[in-house]
């Protein structure tokens, strides 16, 4: 089997920071060679999140294990990770989503980042952007409130503090919350997760009036160059962010693909 490290230590981090959010939640979980494996659970019809981690000689091993693990935590949703598109999970009546590249930036200086926090910016509509890590509740149920409602996360809507991401996950090792306010208005963040070996970005978010003035490329060069700069940054892009990470120095590594379930087959 071939393997890509850039690719596995972007898995690894995927996983890693599924189940900081377990241990956050009091979710169970469980780690596989090469499968990772979080029961969410909010509601009873909750998307539980499966990541694949290490290439995979047979199919039917993994999805034995994927079935295994529907049937003793009585399954509803769920989500599938892919980065090595082998998988064929049409028969557990899961939907094929769009192919998104898994991707990895070298570490290195960051352009256009700032040297120290907040960093300030008067560039944005006469505005006074504002970019500095979130730190404590109230902080972080910003961040919350503003990835729910501009990701989306439409299953956590209407935003429900500490629903989708508790304020328990500040105390995780590696986990950090980013926010820009234009004149004190929230306008964009994101997290990062930094699990020792790389650390990924997740839920690049920008609410709708903030879009495309380059407000979340000032929060992203911001968390790269404050958020272990020393390491590899990985994430998976989609579409829309994707032109913004190459521009970043982010590179593809793979094509990942996404199965998703939203009720029990029939």
Not at 109 to 126: K, N, R
Not at 234 to 256: D, H, M, N, S
């Amino acid at each position: 089997m071939n393997t890509n490290r850039r690719l596995e230590r972007a898995n690894d981090n995927a996983a890693a920071f599924w189940l900081a959010q377990a241990r956050a939640h009091g979710w169970r979980s469980r780690t596989l060679p090469g499968l990772t494996a979080v029961r969410c659970a909010r509601t009873p019809d909750d998307a539980h999140r499966f990541v694949v981690t290490r290439p995979y000689a047979e199919t039917c091993v993994v999805e034995r294990e994927l079935a295994n693990l529907l049937s003793e935590w009585s399954t509803v949703c769920f989500t599938l990770e892919d980065p090595y598109g082998g998988l064929d999970l049409t028969r557990f009546g899961a939907v094929r989503m769009a192919v998104m590249p898994v991707m990895v930036r070298d570490p290195g200086p960051v352009e256009g980042a700032p040297a120290a926090l907040p960093a300030v910016s008067q560039a944005y509509g006469g505005g006074r952007l504002t970019v500095d890590e979130a730190t404590d509740g109230d902080g972080f149920a910003l961040v919350e409130r503003a990835i729910v409602e501009g990701f989306p996360l439409p299953a956590r809507q209407p935003w429900v503090r500490g629903e989708a991401l508790p304020e328990r996950l500040l105390d995780e090792p590696g986990w950090r919350a980013w926010l820009g306010r234009v004149d004190g208005a929230v306008a964009s963040t994101c997290l990062t997760y930094d699990d020792g070996r790389a650390t990924g970005v997740y839920w690049v978010a920008t609410l709708p009036e903030w879009r495309g003035r380059g407000v979340a490329g000032a929060v992203l060069r911001t968390a790269l160059a404050h958020a272990h700069p020393d390491r590899p940054a990985t994430l998976v892009a989609t579409a829309l962010g994707e032109p913004l990470y190459r521009k970043l120095g982010f590179t593809e590594q793979a094509r990942t693909c996404w199965w998703t379930r939203t009720s029990v087959e029939g």
